[in-house]
């Protein structure tokens, strides 16, 4: 059986940005983890990863859930070092 960080360690993500995608989707990280494989397969998945830690960052601000935004903008700030948005 695999370990939630045999997961991570497979992924091209973090656990931070794999957490994003679960909370975004409201599924299990082990789904988002499979998930991000295919998100970071197109220019449009590397978009769409993007606009979902943002519309999370963005919930997060509107429930006073300030802490959580804090995580989602470091989450953020790596996620466009190692994936940024494509560029046409």
Same mark, same amino acid.
């Given at each position: 059986?695999?370990?939630f960080?045999?997961?991570?360690?497979?992924?091209?993500?973090?656990? @931070?940005e #794999?957490?994003?995608?679960?909370?975004?989707e409201?599924?299990p990280?082990?789904?988002a983890a499979e998930?991000?494989?295919?998100?970071l397969?197109?220019?449009d @998945?590397?978009?769409?990863l993007?606009s979902? #830690?943002?519309?999370?960052?963005?919930?997060? #601000?509107?429930?006073?859930?300030?802490?959580?935004?804090?995580?989602?903008?470091q989450?953020?700030?790596?996620?466009q070092?190692?994936?940024?948005i494509?560029?046409?």
């Amino acid at each position: 059986m695999l370990s939630f960080q045999d997961v991570i360690d497979y992924c091209d993500l973090d656990e @931070g940005e #794999i957490e994003a995608i679960a909370e975004h989707e409201h599924i299990p990280v082990t789904v988002a983890a499979e998930m991000s494989e295919n998100l970071l397969c197109t220019p449009d @998945g590397v978009c769409r990863l993007h606009s979902m #830690i943002i519309e999370n960052m963005q919930r997060a #601000i509107e429930a006073g859930r300030y802490e959580h935004v804090k995580d989602l903008a470091q989450t953020y700030e790596h996620l466009q070092r190692t994936h940024p948005i494509p560029s046409n």
